[in-house]
């Protein structure tokens, strides 16, 4: 999927993020730190440093919202472990201009969060939701994204008819996400918004 973005103009970059024995929290420390070093050398990467997305595949789109929810602006890794030593880039903020849900949703592993209110105090970034509809998850799917609006976040959806879970790039959906974000690049430097 990186490779098809970048064919598109995007800089793409891929977390290895840590996983068991580990919690989703250090995972999305790890994005978190991620998005913090992509913000921090921007220049040099040729990108604007407030068009800065995150997207992620099944668990890893739930890592990444975990990381939108609990985990961005310049929140410490030491809210999680006081032994923590933070540094520089500790200072720079992980938010994020855009999220990709791909076949994925705010919550945890297999659970999807119908809590409006917690998705409020977020203050989520716009959400682009691709799903197929043979998805085992396809419910769930559908009663995050509208917990989300409710929320006030601002939502795309893209249903793939037929599509099982793990589609990766299939589907004919890239277009479509490459629209969707170009126009949330845009507006943000209209507005010079992060």
């Not at 923590?84 to 949703?105: K, N, Q, R, W």
């Not at 297999?110 to 105090?121: A, I, K, Y």
């Not at 589907?171 to 992060?194: C, D, H, K, M, V």
């Amino acid at each position: 999927m990186a490779e098809e973005l970048s064919k598109l103009g995007y800089q793409s970059f891929v977390v290895d993020y840590r996983l068991r024995p580990y919690t989703q929290e250090e995972g999305a420390l790890d994005l978190a730190r991620a998005v913090r070093f992509v913000r921090s050398h921007a220049e040099g990467y040729g990108i604007e440093e407030q068009d800065i997305a995150v997207m992620g595949f099944s668990a890893g789109g739930i890592l990444a919202g975990e990381m939108l929810r609990n985990f961005d602006g310049t929140v410490s890794p030491t809210v999680l472990d006081p032994d923590y030593v933070p540094d520089a880039l500790d200072e720079v903020s992980a938010d994020a201009a855009a999220d990709g849900m791909i076949y994925s949703f705010y919550g945890r592993l297999s659970v999807g969060t119908t809590d409006v209110d917690s998705l409020r105090e977020a203050e989520l970034p716009p959400t682009f939701y691709c799903y197929g509809t043979r998805d085992p998850f396809y419910g769930q799917f559908l009663a995050n994204a509208d917990a989300a609006e409710e929320a006030g976040v601002s939502v795309e959806r893209l249903q793939l008819d037929d599509m099982p879970h793990g589609f990766g790039s299939q589907g004919g959906w890239i277009p479509a996400y490459n629209q969707w974000l170009t126009q949330i690049f845009e507006s943000n430097e209209r507005s010079g918004n992060i």
